[in-house]
């Protein structure tokens, strides 16, 4: 007989939080930009706001394209209700990971710790923003906080993960 993975089980919201490349380095990289905060203590920082809210969340770094998309493209299978996702600088350029989160039902919230909109040109366009719910930028580790509760509305409104044309 199937059985559901022990989280799909478990009667809290599971949200699934991805870190993308290099976002391994925080608390040393760039710290005028990113701060000092490393990516375990935002972890736990999630996992405890996620927590408040009667959620749970699970957190996963990779500096690979396609382990992110492997990610994506499992979370309703693992149990997860909403996934939120800084995409780091694939977030500029990669298809392959905008096609996967336009082509699973979960929905996806895309943070950034600095404000992408006041930087570099380059950093400026999100080929991910159109197909993601919403976008929360600029607001530090904070980011992933607001995008863990955009991400808990989203899952209990069932709206349809693409925009209206
Ligand atoms: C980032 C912004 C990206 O442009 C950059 O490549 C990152 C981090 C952010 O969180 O501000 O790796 O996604």
């Given at each position: 007989m199937?059985?559901l993975?022990?989280m799909a089980r478990s009667s809290?919201a599971?949200?699934?939080v991805?870190?993308g490349?290099?976002l391994?380095?925080?608390?040393?990289?760039?710290?005028?930009?990113?701060?000092r905060?490393?990516?375990?203590?935002?972890?736990?920082?999630?996992?405890r706001?996620?927590?408040r809210?009667?959620?749970?969340?699970?957190?996963?770094q990779s500096?690979?394209?396609?382990?992110?998309?492997?990610?994506?493209?499992?979370a309703a299978?693992?149990?997860?209700r909403?996934?939120v996702?800084?995409?780091?600088?694939?977030?500029?350029?990669?298809?392959?990971?905008?096609?996967?989160?336009?082509a699973v039902s979960?929905?996806?919230v895309?943070?950034?710790?600095?404000?992408?909109?006041?930087?570099e040109?380059?950093?400026?366009?999100?080929?991910?923003?159109?197909?993601?719910?919403?976008?929360i930028?600029?607001?530090?580790?904070?980011s992933y906080l607001?995008g863990?509760?955009?991400?808990?509305?989203?899952a209990?409104?069932g709206?349809?993960s693409?925009?209206p044309?």
């Amino acid at each position: 007989m199937y059985t559901l993975p022990a989280m799909a089980r478990s009667s809290a919201a599971l949200v699934l939080v991805l870190h993308g490349p290099n976002l391994n380095l925080l608390g040393t990289r760039e710290p005028a930009v990113y701060g000092r905060t490393t990516l375990a203590q935002i972890d736990g920082k999630i996992r405890r706001h996620a927590a408040r809210r009667g959620a749970k969340a699970v957190c996963r770094q990779s500096n690979h394209e396609g382990q992110l998309i492997d990610w994506i493209q499992g979370a309703a299978g693992e149990g997860f209700r909403a996934i939120v996702i800084n995409p780091g600088a694939l977030t500029h350029y990669s298809l392959a990971l905008r096609d996967a989160v336009s082509a699973v039902s979960v929905p996806v919230v895309e943070v950034h710790l600095s404000n992408i909109h006041g930087r570099e040109d380059f950093r400026r366009h999100s080929v991910i923003a159109a197909v993601a719910r919403g976008q929360i930028a600029g607001f530090g580790p904070a980011s992933y906080l607001l995008g863990v509760d955009a991400a808990l509305q989203s899952a209990a409104s069932g709206r349809p993960s693409r925009r209206p044309r």
